[in-house]
Antibody
Framework: EMQLLESGGGLVQPGGSLRLSCAAS????????MNWVRQAPGKGLEWVSI????????KYADSVKGRFTISRDNSKNRLYLQMNRLRADDTALYYC???????????????WGQGTLVTVSS | DIQMTQSPSSLSASVGDRVTITCRAS??????LNWYQQKPGKAPNLLIH???SLQSGVPSRFRGSGSGTDFTLTISSLQPEDLALYSC?????????FGGGTKVEIK
């Protein structure tokens, strides 16, 4: 059974950093691109970033470009999101999300984790 | 960025009713349109991809249609388990963007 399990969320002060992690199982991790998608409380979904199956190619939303870094470790079946210079408007539930193909153009998500909550507040 | 506008933002319907949700793109996106269902407290689930292709395992009462800028998600006979937030997503260009969502409630 396919599973995506996020961790690393929590309360952080503005300007601080967090590293999210996602453990994947039940599928061939190194053949699919992976995404982070977030949802602020009571709001709609917002795509954050994508990394291709090899980890060489990445794309970011303008709202996080230069502050967030997506990466993956295919030997450990893990996806990461390093978040720096966090702001109040980064507060959201962050979902680890599997693409349906392998490149950074594969924006269709066919499986989602349950999410990890990031709260940025003083 | 391509803006995705959904309507209505919420609706209430009875079990067995036909429900229609619309999604409009700010520019043509061909058929690069997905629909997701998000039940309360749960992660989203892909219902429809490429505007009209039913994802494996999704009940046949869900149907997607449209191309260009105007798209529709239809639930042919609403069921109690269809209580959810429904969101469209364009995958035509970076960044992929979502509509604001339509909350479906059961009368």
């Amino acid at each position: 059974e396919m599973q995506l399990l996020e961790s690393g969320g929590g309360l952080v002060q503005p300007g601080g950093s967090l590293r999210l992690s996602c453990a994947a199982s039940g599928f061939t991790f190194n053949t699919y691109a992976m995404n982070w998608v977030r949802q602020a409380p009571g709001k709609g979904l917002e795509w954050v970033s994508i990394v291709d199956s090899s980890g060489d190619g990445t794309k970011y939303a303008d709202s996080v470009k230069g502050r967030f870094t997506i990466s993956r470790d295919n030997s450990k079946n893990r996806l990461y999101l390093q978040m720096n210079r966090l702001r109040a408007d980064d507060t959201a539930l962050y979902y680890c999300a599997k693409s349906d193909c392998d490149s950074t153009g594969c924006y269709t998500v066919d499986y989602w984790g349950q999410g990890t909550l990031v709260t940025v507040s003083s | 960025d391509i803006q995705m506008t959904q309507s209505p933002s919420s609706l209430s319907a009875s079990v067995g009713d036909r429900v229609t949700i619309t999604c409009r793109a700010s520019q043509s996106i061909s058929s690069y349109l997905n629909w997701y269902q998000q039940k309360p407290g749960k992660a989203p689930n892909l219902l429809i991809h490429a505007a009209s292709s039913l994802q494996s395992g999704v009940p046949s009462r869900f149907r997607g249609s449209g191309s260009g800028t105007d798209f529709t998600l239809t639930i042919s006979s609403l069921q109690p388990e269809d209580l959810a937030l429904y969101s469209c997503q364009q995958t035509y260009s970076l960044p992929p963007t979502f509509g604001g969502g339509t909350k479906v409630e059961i009368k």
